[in-house]
């Protein structure tokens, strides 16, 4: 059983998905301290597998191959980028869903005339859209603004993808990045009608044996299911 991640069923799928993995993870983290002006410091453990039996936080292999992750880090280290933090990936239609802008900017210059720019995608079309000057300072995170915004109706699991990215008075992009958010429909509404079945013959004094209950009590045993008003179905013994 794989903690982390959905097993794969070959050699190559188990790279696959452990490097995907491994790109999102660095990325998260990555921002995560570029973000925080209190960290003067922070570096990847390790870098460089030693052999090819290596241990998986590497992001380079023996061969000097760099793997997925190490671009990943290489992008979220830009020295000025735009980085987009949320508590929530998914949600359910109708639901809102929050994402903060940050610049990040490690750089002791401040380039001028920068924009934020950012625009929400479904199914590939530009839903909603937006660019506000940039606030930046030399050596330090600043926080932009929220991005709010209502998931909408769906009936099946869809995704929607938020872009920023920081555009130079030219109109030449600085730094972008992306986040995705999975759209689940509403779920149908149990029924509230009370449901009862009695149960009999070798069912129930399989049952019966397995809650230790006497043999006389395999005869009057009855299942009552009533979703609106209980949390589990409820077994009786008469």
Known sequence: QCLWMEPGDSMSEWIRRSQDHQVWI???????????NRMVSFAIHLFIDAWPAGWMKTIMDCRRH???????????????????????????SGESIEAEAWVCNDLNEITAGVELCYQ???????????????????????????????L???????????????????GETLHDTAQ???VFPILAQPSSQMTAQSLGGEKARLLASELALSPAAAEALWIIDAPAALEDPVLLAA
């Open 26 to 36: 660095t990325r998260l983290m990555t921002e995560a301290c570029r973000r925080d």
């Open 66 to 92: 760099p793997k997925p992750a190490y671009f990943a880090y290489q992008d979220a280290l830009a020295p000025l980028a735009v980085s987009c933090r949320t508590d929530r990936t998914c949600g359910t």
């Open 120 to 150: 929400l995608e479904r199914g590939g079309r530009v839903v909603r859209s937006a660019r506000v000057p940039a606030r930046i300072r030399s050596n330090e995170a600043v926080f932009q603004g929220r991005i709010r915004f209502e």
């Open 152 to 170: 909408p109706s769906v009936t099946e699991r869809e995704t929607l993808t938020l872009r920023l990215g920081l555009l130079s008075a030219s």
């Open 180 to 182: 995705t958010f999975g």
